[in-house]
């Protein structure tokens, strides 16, 4: 079974979070904040199955905002996602710098 590991980096303020993969929650959290000595909150990996795409969306209810990204686990097994301006930004990597 593969699985897809998901790290909340740079911009998390003590928010609450919610991470779902394919429509089902993965995390949800109160107050995630990012520790700034290793720019990371949380890391998890989710198992994903045997099948390759993937839709990761990220919510911070309280402050109105959401971002998604469709992912093929199988090519980039990690999303990093971050809260930039105002905006969840998610990106594909090889890898989390944190692995």
Do not use: C, K, N, W
């Given at each position: 079974?593969?699985?897809?590991?998901?790290?909340?980096?740079?911009?998390?303020?003590?928010q609450a979070v919610v991470v779902r993969v394919d429509g089902r929650v993965v995390l949800?959290?109160?107050?995630?904040?990012?520790?700034?000595?290793?720019?990371?909150?949380?890391?998890?990996?989710?198992?994903?199955?045997?099948?390759?795409?993937?839709?990761?969306?990220?919510?911070?209810?309280?402050?109105?905002?959401?971002?998604?990204?469709?992912?093929?686990?199988?090519?980039?097994?990690?999303?990093?996602?971050?809260?930039?301006?105002?905006?969840?930004?998610?990106?594909?990597?090889?890898?989390?710098?944190?692995?």
């Amino acid at each position: 079974m593969a699985s897809l590991t998901i790290a909340l980096t740079d911009g998390f303020t003590g928010q609450a979070v919610v991470v779902r993969v394919d429509g089902r929650v993965v995390l949800d959290e109160e107050r995630v904040r990012t520790r700034p000595q290793i720019g990371l909150a949380r890391e998890i990996a989710v198992p994903v199955g045997d099948s390759a795409q993937h839709t990761v969306a990220v919510i911070l209810p309280a402050d109105g905002i959401e971002g998604s990204l469709t992912v093929d686990a199988t090519v980039t097994p990690a999303v990093l996602v971050a809260v930039r301006e105002g905006a969840i930004e998610l990106r594909t990597a090889d890898r989390t710098r944190y692995l």
